[in-house]
C-alpha cells in the first residue's frame, strides 16, 4: 500500500531533550516535506527537500534540522525543543511535477513541557 | 508573495443542503495547480479535488466541484447534498512549477448539522 509512515503519532518530552520525528514513503517521490499546524494558521512549511542531499528551509525552519539521506527517508530533528514547538506535525510527499499532489503521513501530536 | 486566502474560518451547513467554501491567492506565475484537501477528526489530509490553472473547465469530483477564476484568483469548492461525513477542516493549496511548493490557506472548518 502506498503510504508516508510518520512515528510517534503522539509525543510528550520536555524542554530542551533531542527528539526525531520519522518519515518515510514507500511511493519513490522525489520531494517530501515537513509541515506544522496550529489553529488559526493552517500548514507552515518548516523544510522540504527535492532529492537526496537536497534540503532547503520553509516559512519557519527556526528550532529544527532535517536530512535526506535516502530518498524514502525525511527525518525531522528538534534539538532542544521548547514549549512553543507544541504543535501537529504533518510529513508529505510527492512526486517532482507540481501537477501531482502531496501525500501526507498521519500526523505527529507533539507537547513540550 | 505566494499565499493562499481562506476567509472562512468556520462554516455549516445543513444537511442535503449545498455548501460554497471560498479561497483567494496571490501569484504572479500563469502555470500552477489548485488542491483541496479534506482534514476529517482522525487528522488524516485527504485529497478532495484538484485543478489546473491552464484548463478553463471547472474540476468535479462527484459532490465536489470547483469554480475557478483564474483572472479573479479565486478557487471555491462547492459540496452539494452535503453529508454528516463531510464535516472536517478544509485546506486550500496551490503548486508551481517553478517553486514546486505547496502553498496552503489556514482551512475553513465546516460542520454539518442533521
Known amino acids: 500500500e502506498a503510504q508516508v509512515t510518520q512515528n510517534p503519532r503522539y509525543l510528550i518530552t520536555v524542554t530542551g531533550k533531542k527528539l526525531t520525528v520519522t518519515c518515510s514513503q514507500n511511493?519513490?517521490?522525489?520531494?517530501m516535506s515537513w509541515y506544522r499546524q496550529d489553529p488559526g494558521l493552517g500548514l507552515r512549511q518548516i523544510y522540504y527537500?527535492?532529492?537526496?542531499?537536497?534540503?532547503d528551509k520553509g516559512d519557519v525552519p527556526e528550532g529544527y534540522k532535517v536530512s535526506r539521506k535516502e530518498k524514502r527517508n525525511f527525518p525531522l530533528i528538534l534539538e532542544s525543543p521548547s514549549p512553543n514547538q507544541t504543535s501537529l506535525y504533518f510529513c508529505a510527499s510527492s512526486f517532482y511535477a507540481a501537477n501531482t499532489e502531496a501525500f501526507f503521513g498521519q500526523g505527529t501530536r507533539l507537547t513540550v513541557v | 508573495a505566494q499565499t493562499v486566502t481562506q476567509s472562512q474560518p468556520e462554516m455549516s451547513v445543513q444537511e442535503a443542503e449545498t455548501v460554497t467554501l471560498s479561497c483567494t491567492y496571490d501569484t504572479s506565475e500563469s502555470d500552477y495547480y489548485l488542491f483541496w484537501y479534506k482534514q476529517p477528526p482522525s487528522r488524516q489530509m485527504i485529497l478532495v479535488i484538484r485543478?489546473?490553472?491552464?484548463?478553463?473547465q471547472n474540476a468535479t469530483e462527484n459532490r465536489f466541484s470547483v469554480n475557478f477564476q483564474k483572472a479573479a484568483k479565486s478557487f471555491s469548492l462547492k459540496i452539494s447534498d452535503s453529508q454528516l461525513g463531510d464535516a472536517a477542516m478544509y485546506f486550500c493549496a496551490y503548486r508551481t512549477p517553478t517553486r514546486n511548493q505547496f502553498y496552503f490557506g489556514t482551512g475553513t472548518s465546516l460542520t454539518v448539522i442533521p
Open positions: 485543478q489546473e490553472a491552464y484548463k478553463q
Open positions: 511511493m519513490n517521490h522525489e520531494y
Open positions: 527537500s527535492m532529492n537526496v542531499e537536497v534540503t
